[in-house]
């Protein structure tokens, strides 16, 4: 079966860092882009960061830039997203996502570009 793993959220103060990791089981996804999307309470869902097949593109969006960082390990078929200095705004469910780009250059950042997402894992970021 085809799937994604979240895990590394948890509580965190205000300042604190994090790394989440999104583990892919079921086949390689060594040429696909990756995402991590966040949900917060009464929110819709919004991209954060986005990786194309290779890591060499990558996208932020604007109120995560400088803070946090994605990158994969394709040997390991793991992406990962750094966070730091995190904030309590950035308190949400995040969830990782995959779309079978075979190789593009590209990077995605909309929902419906996406084929395959995890189950989410819960950051919580107390001031």
């Known amino acids: 079966q085809v799937q994604l793993a979240e895990s590394g959220g948890g509580l965190v103060q205000v300042g604190g860092s994090l790394r989440l990791s999104c583990a892919a089981s079921?086949?390689?996804?060594?040429?696909?882009?990756m995402g991590w999307f966040r949900q917060a309470p009464g929110k819709a869902r919004e991209i954060v960061a986005a990786?194309?097949?290779?890591?060499?593109?990558?996208y932020y969006t604007d109120s995560v830039k400088g803070r946090f960082f994605i990158f994969r390990d394709n040997a390991k078929n793991t992406v990962y997203l750094e966070m730091n200095n995190l904030k309590p705004e950035d308190t949400a469910v995040y969830f990782c996502?995959?779309?079978?780009?075979?190789?593009?250059?590209?990077?995605?950042?909309?929902?419906?570009?996406?084929?395959?997402w995890g189950q989410g894992t819960q950051v919580a970021v107390s001031s």
């Open positions: 990786i194309s097949w290779s890591g060499g593109n990558t």
């Open positions: 996502a995959v779309r079978y780009s075979r190789s593009s250059s590209s990077y995605y950042t909309r929902e419906d570009e996406y084929e395959l």
């Open positions: 079921g086949r390689t996804f060594s040429t696909d882009a």
